[in-house]
Structures are given as C-alpha cells and as structure tokens.
T-cell receptor, first 112, second 110 residues
Framework: KAGVTQTPRYLIKTRGQQVTLSCSPI?????VSWYQQTPGQGLQFLFE???????NKGNFPGRFSGRQFSNSRSEMNVSTLELGDSALYLC???????????FGPGTRLTVL | QQPVQSPQAVILREGEDAVINCSSS?????VHWYRQKHGEAPVFLMI?????EQKGHEKISASFNEKKQQSSLYLTASQLSYSGTYFC???????????FGTGTRLQVTL
C-alpha cells in the first residue's frame, strides 16, 4: 500500500507570495490533517478534512486555508507569505478522525 | 494549550530504560504518542483512550492517568533504533484534533 505523498518536497518563496501544497492520502483514508512543524513550536495543528468537509481548525490566521477533493486528496494554501511561515508542513491521513495517523514526508517551505 | 513533556531531552545507553511524561491542563479524552527520527515523518506508536483502551505496537507500553491528565511512555531495554524525538498529542473536549507537545529528544548510545 502506497504511503502518504506530499508535493512539492521543497519550496522557496518570497514574502507576499502565495503557495499551494498538495497531499495524497493512503488509499481508503478519508481524513486528512495538516500540521506546521517548527523547531520552537513543535507540531501545530492547522486543520482537518473529512469527506471534503473541514471538521476542525487550529489557531492560525485566515491566510491559511485548505480543501479536500472527492478522492480525498487535499491541498493547503497560504497567501501573503510571511517570514514566520517558514516551516515543515506535514499532512497525515487516517481512515477516520484521530485513529492512527500516517504522516507524509512533508513540504519544506522557506520564505525569503 | 500545548501539553508539557518531560524531560526535554535524555541520553541513554543501550539496554537502559526511560520514561517520558506528558501532562495537560485540560481534561483529556485520549493521548497519542508518535516518534520522529531526524529528517523523517512522525510514526505512530500508541493511542490511549479514556476508559482504559489502548491501541498500539506490542513493544511499546504507556499509561494514562485520566484524573491527573497525564500520560507516560515507557521505553524498556532501549535499542539504538529508539533514538528520535517523541511527541505526545492530546485530544480534549469534543474537538477532534490533536494538540502536540514540543517533544522529548531521546538519544540511545552504545
């Protein structure tokens, strides 16, 4: 069974730009969660999607948004990038909700 | 609020035991443990649910004290492969989301 895939793996952007990250969950998994990982803050929950609906959202500004498609693939968008958005963005999929989550390799975003 | 993990870092010799603690100020529904090796994605270790149910790998043991909102992960007879950063994630209230601690860095040496 193929694991969770994330594209792209690395991104370099400048302040003010926007970025879209993609996550393909394990086949059959309907829940996709997104996390931001930074050295100081650890893993911060961004949002969770289940069957194309956002069920939960973390404490991030509205510049962070996401969506999920009918095939469970998910995208995350960050608009008006700031230097502080530099981080590793991880997505995790599970069959449903907070069961065992399988993490993807992450997208390393650098904002210059 | 993030759960608090302790210790922040620990160095063990192979074969030694370690305990990693996770404490929350909120009433918890479940506690999840993950391990992340350097440059890799976090990997699931265990879920402990309110009421005593546990789901996880056989070689990992943990406890969940619901009254104290605390969980402990027990690593016995440590191996080099145990090295990595351990995260606890807590679920509280009705929101189906995990709040992770800042991690405990474990290094096992020969």
């Amino acid at each position: 069974k193929a694991g969770v895939t994330q594209t792209p793996r690395y991104l370099i952007k400048t302040r003010g730009q926007q970025v879209t990250l993609s996550c393909s969950p394990i086949s059959g998994h309907r829940s996709v969660s997104w996390y931001q990982q930074t050295p100081g803050q650890g893993l911060q929950f961004l949002f969770e999607y289940f069957s194309e609906t956002q069920r939960n959202k973390g404490n991030f500004p509205g510049r962070f948004s996401g969506r999920q498609f009918s095939n469970s693939r998910s995208e995350m968008n960050v608009s008006t990038l700031e230097l502080g958005d530099s981080a590793l963005y991880l997505c995790a999929s599970s069959y449903a909700g907070l069961n065992e989550q399988f993490f993807g390799p992450g997208t390393r975003l650098t904002v210059l | 609020q993030q759960p608090v993990q302790s210790p922040q870092a620990v160095i063990l010799r192979e074969g030694e035991d370690a305990v990693i603690n996770c404490s929350s100020s909120k009433a918890l529904y479940s506690v999840h443990w993950y391990r992340q090796k350097h440059g890799e994605a976090p990997v699931f270790l265990m879920i402990l649910l309110k009421g005593g149910e546990q789901k996880g790998h056989e070689k990992i043991s943990a406890s969940f004290n619901e009254k104290k909102q605390q969980s402990s992960l027990y690593l016995t007879a440590s191996q080099l492969s145990y090295s990595g950063t351990y995260f606890c994630g807590t679920e509280s209230g009705t929101a189906s989301k995990l709040t992770f601690g800042t991690g405990t860095r474990l290094q096992v040496t020969l």
